[in-house]
């Protein structure tokens, strides 16, 4: 069974700091997504990263997927209270027929 | 394209009573997965579709639990006598094939 935890699991900071989520595993995965979620509502889609070492950028959001393929870091630049919400990594095994979610990473921005 | 739209949004249920939930993806897209989400922790896989046919069921699926998918467009996933153990958000996904796969907003099952 193919596991991911992610840390911290609560995060609270101030307006304008910057912060680095976790994704850890065991186990090598074919691609990893991160995902977004609004209390009430599904997750939204912010990222895939396939190869190991790959590194793509989305405004102030870093994602990096790990040379081994079996970890990957999110990392937020001044972070604004927008970017509050559930962030969740999810994997795909080579079969690609499900995804394995992490245990998300729910994070605070005080103005 | 409105993207993947789940129905109701919101179910409250008795114990031993039947539910129905209601799944239509992006019309494109040929795989469909429902997923079960239960405070604070991540989705969980239930089972996914290509096209009309159910390929992989989750240990999670009980005998209770019977998803379809006819003419391989939107989706039901009923659930049998249930349980207060069954409340939870149910998240539907669709893809086309093997790409990534977006989410709908849920349907929140609360069991009395």
């Known amino acids: 069974t193919q596991l991911l935890e992610q840390s911290p699991q609560f995060l609270s900071i101030q307006e304008g700091e910057n912060l680095t989520v976790y994704c850890n595993s065991s186990s090598v995965f074919s691609s990893l997504q991160w995902y977004r979620q609004e209390p009430g509502e599904g997750p939204v889609l912010l990222v895939t990263v396939v190869t190991g070492g790959e590194v793509k950028k989305l405004k102030r959001l870093t994602f990096q997927f790990g040379d081994a393929r079996k970890d990957s870091s999110l990392h937020i630049t001044a972070a604004q209270p927008g970017d509050t919400g559930l962030y969740l990594c999810?994997?795909?095994?080579?079969?690609?027929?499900?995804?394995?979610f992490g245990g998300g990473t729910r994070l605070m921005v005080k103005p | 394209d409105t993207g993947v739209s789940q129905d109701p949004r919101h179910k409250i249920t008795k114990r031993g009573q039947n539910v129905t939930f209601r799944c239509d993806p992006i019309?494109?897209?040929?795989?469909l997965y429902w997923y079960r989400q239960t405070l604070g922790q991540g989705p969980e896989f239930l089972t996914y579709?290509?096209?009309?046919?159910?390929?992989?069921k989750s240990r999670l699926l009980s005998d209770r639990f019977s998803a379809e998918r006819p003419k391989g467009s939107f989706s039901t996933l009923e659930i049998q006598r249930t349980e207060q153990g069954d409340s939870a958000m149910y998240l539907c996904?669709?893809?086309?094939?093997?790409?990534?796969?977006?989410f709908g907003p849920g349907t929140r099952l609360t069991v009395l």
């Open positions: 019309s494109e897209h040929n795989r």
């Open positions: 999810a994997g795909t095994d080579n079969a690609g027929n499900m995804l394995t």
């Open positions: 996904a669709s893809s086309y094939h093997r790409l990534e796969q977006f």
């Open positions: 579709f290509q096209n009309e046919a159910q390929l992989e």
